[in-house]
């Protein structure tokens, strides 16, 4: 029973401590994936012109500080479902900035943008 215990507050903290951290310029397309979310901007991660950055249903990012998407020209493709929302958190001024996005390329479905203080989540 004592060693179940151990394996149980094992699994929790890797699942709890278990994230890909995320940051740069995209040079190429990408696509975040369920099996690797939790994310972590670590940095600021931009999405320059010709480039995509593609969701996957289930992810959850999480933002602090001054770290923002920021889509500068290139297009974000953020689309979840009923059962697998994806989830954008943001604490302390983190934001996702759609600065001359491409609108054409660009959806969001099933996209939940929460943040945890008092300032605005830039959209």
């Known amino acids: 029973m004592k060693n179940f215990f151990y394996f149980l507050v094992l699994g929790c903290l890797t699942t709890v401590y278990s994230q890909t951290n995320l940051s740069g310029t995209l040079s190429q397309d990408l696509t975040l994936i369920t099996s690797e979310s939790p994310y972590q901007l670590s940095d600021h991660l931009i999405v320059l012109e010709g480039i995509t950055l593609t969701i996957e249903p289930g992810v959850t990012i999480n933002a602090s ?7 500068k020209g290139g297009a974000i493709v953020s689309e979840g479902t009923s059962e697998s929302p994806i989830i954008l958190n943001s604490t302390n001024g983190a934001s996702i900035a759609l600065k001359e996005a491409n609108f054409d390329l660009s959806s969001f479905k099933y996209t939940e943008f929460c943040k945890s203080s008092a300032k605005s989540v830039l959209i």
């Open 65 to 71: 500080d001054t770290q923002q998407i920021l889509i």
